[in-house]
């Protein structure tokens, strides 16, 4: 509960590794479709970087996550 900054949850997701943070930019940037979207059009690997379902929560539609080391790495490059 509260109101944050992006800023301020990208600081938790980044040093903390927050999942409610990192659920909470999923939400603010308008969900799965707009995250994926904007690691598409970064040229990042939709087979090796993709988002389906919230940190830690279960997913009824059976959309997973799955993250490449070496994928999130070319987002952050890409996005900074």
């Not at 990042?44 to 919230?54: A, M, Q, S, T």
């Not at 940190?55 to 900074?80: E, F, H, I, Y």
Request: charged fraction near 20%; hydrophobic fraction near 35%; glycine fraction near 10%.
């Amino acid at each position: 509960a509260g109101d944050y900054s992006v800023d301020t949850l990208l600081r938790y997701v980044m040093a903390a590794s927050d999942n409610t943070a990192a659920n909470g930019l999923i939400d603010a940037v308008g969900g799965f479709d707009a995250v994926n979207e904007v690691i598409e059009d970064a040229g990042v690997d939709g087979e090796r970087y993709h988002l389906g379902n919230k940190m830690t929560s279960p997913n009824p539609c059976g959309d997973r996550s799955w993250v490449s080391p070496t994928q999130t790495a070319l987002l952050m490059s890409k996005t900074s």
